[in-house]
Structures are given as structure tokens and as C-alpha cells.
């Protein structure tokens, strides 16, 4: 019996996925179903359903222009229609629509379906709880869940240019096969069993990306940066050993860890927006909307949502360079604070 | 009794170096002499002694232009005046004229003296027996040597970015004064009783930097580019646990182990060399010559002593990004074959 697999989120991110998941299923015919629906929110481009336009150009024109995607992804709109007989779900969509996605195809999934989540972000409840996506998942699909993390640029990725994931499973049982999912020459997956890790460094390096790009406005150079870059990274492994659980040392070592914390903080939107946040005159919500042609933000919001759970736990003294990333992107403290706060620790 | 510190070799980063430390003994004049010499081979620029126009316009106009050297920085080309009543001697010269240094200093130095080695680099006997910097010194000197390295590209040491860095000592009585020579508001310092990991770190890392030349050579982008640098960091990990002892797995995290690898990567002379070499037409020693001004090349020969010693333990192919280095850089393989190697891993 083979295994049918669907993505649900049909954005650049999802789209640059379908690239790589299109190719994985074509070459192993003997585990999957070689048909991948590719779920997207109904929507038209020059007055034509985009689902369709994918169909027919095998292109995202709106999303993921420019590349070819494969033609065994059939892109959709039908949200029971995609899930309803998947083996293995992809959640793919912005974490601000997590929920409500999972709310839509609950009940029409079937119950031996297992999701593997791509989405990055913390959220921090009025308790003081933190919540990633794979716990919103488990917690409305009531189904298995493993994580996708890594140095995963999204056009370069849709580009196939040899890079590098790593999956954090619950089971272990899963990862054997989720890693066939994806696993191309060009897209090499590692799988470890430590899912909270992969995930939160997915979320935490968003913050350490700040910083970086504040060193980049600020003009300071690749000394700087590397140190905060180091700096952050120890921030990010003490936060998961506080706040999250036994992480094994070795995942921080996998491209979720340190390799898509190198990529993020030289290529990743949440550099380019402090970046120019530097430069003056705009707030991060004004460049956000300017700069990122509709995607969203993570690093600040992220930032914002630790400091709470800092602030709350009396720990805001150890973690110097989340603190600083959410009180420069906040505009409490001037850009230049983060050079200080650097020079004056110990 | 105050500590007298003598900077051995006047080149760019012992030029860069002496900004830190004259900055650092001015600021702890009850721990140190505040004069801190600056021995430079005997060399004339315009007709006049290098060490006397520095005396003079507190420069080094020859090998770090543009930079105010503090004004209690007295050079000199006269050696045995330069180490004679010196306490620590901060060891900054080119490491192929390491071993004459010391032999020039032997017996002029107070027995009671420390070394600080900054010289980067791994040297294979015919015996596939591997030296670095502090066993030279330790060898010829008989004096305790201990190890900086970090993320410290010299021009922006020397305008005082703030950046961190590592030393590594062997025994723990030293770590606190070493400390103080170089620790500034803008240049902070870590010490681990690690000395070997430190020094090795230093070394490989421009192995790894010419894997990342080379991938930015081949136009591949960030995802690749992290990919290589995680890989050639778990390649060090290795390396020096199977070769060197036991490394404490936290001085990787310190500055000498994954900042320095990042700068050096992103900004270090191994990477713009290997970048220039893919683009085809001249040898790694042609561009060494044309592009970086009389400075020497590590990564190159570093790869290839590494390679004698992986060849005489036949673990070659459990290093196949250092390998790969090699077969490039001495034009055996073509730089392609780099993707060909990383796609076909696994």
C-alpha cells in the first residue's frame, strides 16, 4: 500500500516544498502515491482561479514565480478533497491561520493520517505557557506530528540547490518514512527524535536573525555579527533547556540548529527588515508591510512573546540579546543599545 | 610587580593585536606595564625603518594602514631588547617563520616568561605526526604557552568592533592574567582550559572556508553555503577528537570554535581566494600572489596536511568535505565536484 501525500498551505513556502516532494514521490514509486495535492486558500489571479492556473502553467505565478513545479502536484482549493484520503499531511500555511486550518479539516482527515509541520513560531499564552505548532496540531487533529526544520531558504530551495533539513519525530516509528518524503539528493534529510528542539529552534532563530540584522544597520562588521550570531545560539540551546525540556546537544548540530541560524541570519527576512529598521524613520510594522510584499515577520513578535515568559520567570538578566532584540524592535531602546548591552556584559 | 607584554611579529594582526592590548594595559596599569613592545623584522619604508615610523606617526603605514596604533606601543627590530624583560610574550608571526623566531629567542627571554600563541596552523611530519603553534614554542622555548582565537578579522579588531574571543590554556593559574591582556569593553574574552581545541579550531576552519569560497564560486546560495559550514564544523568535531584528544564539546560554541568559523567563512581570505578560483584560469598560488598582497594562504595547505594524515589512518571518506577541499584546491578535481560529493553523501 502506498502512501498518499498532501501539502496544505500553498504560499512560496509550501510551493518551494512541492518542488522537492514532487520529485521524492516520483523517484520512490513503491512508497508513495506519486499525486500530491497541494492545498491553497481560494483565490483568483488576473480573473482566473489561481488553483486552476497551477494545473494548467505548473506554476505559482502569484506565490513561487518563475519556477516549475512539478507536474504531479495538483494544487486545489477543496479543502476535504486534499486531506480526506492523505497518509501524510504537510501543514504549510502561516501560523496565524494555523487553528483555524486544523478546525476545517478535523473530522475529514483519516484517523491514521500523521502531519508533518513546517511552520515556525512560538506563541505565549496569559499563563505564561508557550505553544508550538505542532502542539495546536496535535491538539485539534489529535493525530501523530514530527516537525521540518533546517537551512531552507525558500527559492533556493524551489531552485534545488543542495541543501540540507532535519525532521524531530515523536515516534520513532515515523521518521524512517517521513524522511522518504523529502529526501533527494538535492534535499538531504536528517531525522533525530528530539521534536521539540527542531521546532523551537525554527522559532528562536528568528529573534538571533534581529540582531543580526541590527548589527548589519548599525554598520558593524563580520566580528560583530559572528558574536552575536554565537551568542544568540547559546541563548537559543539555554532557552529550550529551560523553558522546554532535555534537548539532545547533538540536534543543535543539525541544520534545524546551527545551520539554519547561519542561513537565516545572513539571508532571512527577519536580517533585511532590522536592517533597514536601523535606518530610521519606520517602524518594524511600516517595513514589514514595505519590504515583505505580504509575508509576515516572526523574529519581533517572537521576541516579544519570550520576553513575557522572561519576564514572568524573573529571567530577563539571562538572556541578554532576546531581551535587547525585543526592546530595540518595540522601540523602547534606541538600535545603538545592542553595542552596549554587547560590551557591557560580564 | 607589574607584568611586561611583548607583541612578537608587526605584521597585520600583530599591528591589529597591539590596539587591543595597548588599549587593555593602559586600562590596568596595577597588573601591567603600560609600555608594551612591538618586535618587527627590520625592514625600511621610503627609505626609513619601519619600527622608527611607527615610533614616530603611531602607524604601521605598511601592513594596517589608516589605523592609530595606541601611543604606548614602542616597536622595535631589535629582539633580544623586545623580549628580554618580557612576561608574556603575544607570539604574531606568520607561521612558516614560527620555529626561526623561536630559535632567535632562546636564551633571551626570562625563564618565568608565558607565551600566547596567535598563529594559526597545523604542520604533518613525515611520520604523520601533527604539530601546531604552542608545541613549536613549547618545544623550542620551554615556557607554558597558551592559545587566543576567535572571530578576529584584523582590520576590524583594529577599529575596535566589538568582538569576542578564545583563549585556551593548559594550566588554570595562567587563564586569569592572559585574560586581562586582551580583555576590553569591545574585545571580550572567554578562557577554557582547552588549549589543543582551540588551536585546531584555528587551523581547520580555513579548510572549511575554502569549501564555502568554493560554493560561492559556483553561484550555489545561503542554504548550500550553511550546509557546507555544518558539515565542516561536525568535520572539525571529528577530527579533532579522533587526531587531538578529548575536546570539551563547549569550546566549540566559544568563540574560536563556531564564530570564527562563520567570520571566516563569510569574510576571510581562504573563502574570496577559493570564490576566485572556481572563475577559472589561475592556480590557488597565482591568486594567493595577486589577490591578498603578500599574505599567506592556510586553507589550501592545511587541507593537504590533513589529507596525508586521513590517507596513512585510511579515513578519507570520513571526511569528505576536508578531502574534497583538497582534490580542488590542488587542481586533481574539478570545483563542481563539490556538489557532486555533498548530493551523493548518504
Known amino acids: 500500500m502506498v502512501h498518499k501525500v498532501t501539502i496544505v498551505g500553498g504560499g512560496s513556502w509550501g510551493s518551494a516544498l512541492s518542488v522537492i516532494v514532487g520529485e521524492s514521490v516520483e523517484r520512490k514509486k513503491h512508497l508513495f502515491d506519486t499525486s500530491v495535492k497541494l492545498w491553497l486558500l481560494r483565490e483568483e489571479v488576473n480573473g482566473e482561479d489561481l488553483a486552476e492556473l497551477i494545473n494548467r502553467q505548473h506554476e505559482n505565478v502569484k506565490y513561487l514565480p518563475g519556477i516549475q513545479l512539478p507536474k504531479n502536484i495538483i494544487a486545489s482549493s477543496d479543502i476535504a ?10 501543514m504549510a500555511v502561516p501560523q496565524q ?44 487533529l489529535n493525530i501523530p506530528v514530527a516537525a521540518l526544520n ?17 525532521i524531530g519525530v515523536q515516534r520513532e516509528q515515523d521518521g524512517q518514512l517521513l524522511k522518504q518524503v ?18 523551537y529552534c525554527g522559532a528562536l532563530k528568528n ?11 548599525l554598520k558593524f562588521g563580520t566580528n560583530t555579527k559572528s558574536a552575536v550570531i554565537r551568542i544568540g545560539f547559546l541563548e537559543m540551546i539555554n532557552f529550550i533547556k529551560q523553558f522546554v525540556g532535555e534537548p539532545s546537544m547533538d540536534t543543535f548540530h543539525e541544520s534545524c540548529g546551527i545551520a539554519d541560524l547561519i542561513a537565516t541570519c545572513f539571508s532571512g527576512r527577519n536580517r533585511k527588515v532590522c536592517e533597514a529598521f536601523v535606518n530610521g524613520g519606520r517602524t518594524i510594522e511600516e517595513l514589514e508591510k514595505e519590504l515583505l510584499g505580504g509575508q509576515k515577520l516572526q523574529g519581533p513578535y517572537t521576541a516579544a512573546q519570550i520576553y513575557v515568559a522572561l519576564e514572568r520567570r524573573g529571567l530577563v538578566d539571562k538572556y541578554p540579546l532576546i531581551t535587547t532584540v525585543h526592546k530595540i524592535c518595540s522601540q523602547q531602546w534606541e538600535p545603538k543599545m545592542l553595542i552596549e548591552i554587547l560590551c557591557s556584559q560580564k
Not at 478533497?81 to 504537510?90: E, P, Q
Not at 533546517?150 to 532535519?166: D, L, M, R, S, Y
Not at 523529502?182 to 521546532?199: A, C, G, K, S, Y
Not at 536573525?209 to 544597520?217: F, P, Q, T
Open 81 to 90: 478533497l486534499c486531506v480526506g484520503d492523505a497518509d501524510i499531511l504537510i
Open 97 to 140: 491561520f494555523l487553528a483555524k486550518t486544523c478546525e476545517n479539516i478535523v473530522g475529514k482527515i483519516k484517523p491514521t493520517a500523521i502531519a508533518v509541520t513546517t511552520i515556525k513560531g512560538i506563541e505565549v499564552d496569559e499563563k505564561g505557557k508557550m505553544c508550538v505548532s505542532s502542539v495546536i496540531i496535535q491538539k485539534i
Open 150 to 166: 533546517g537551512a531552507n531558504i525558500a527559492p533556493e530551495v524551489a531552485e534545488k540547490h543542495f541543501c540540507e533539513a532535519t
Open 182 to 199: 523529502f529526501n533527494i539528493p538535492t534535499f538531504h534529510v536528517n531525522v533525530v527524535r528530539d521534536l521539540q528542539t527542531v521546532e
Open 207 to 217: 529573534v538571533v536573525a534581529c540582531a543580526a540584522g541590527l548589527v548589519d544597520g
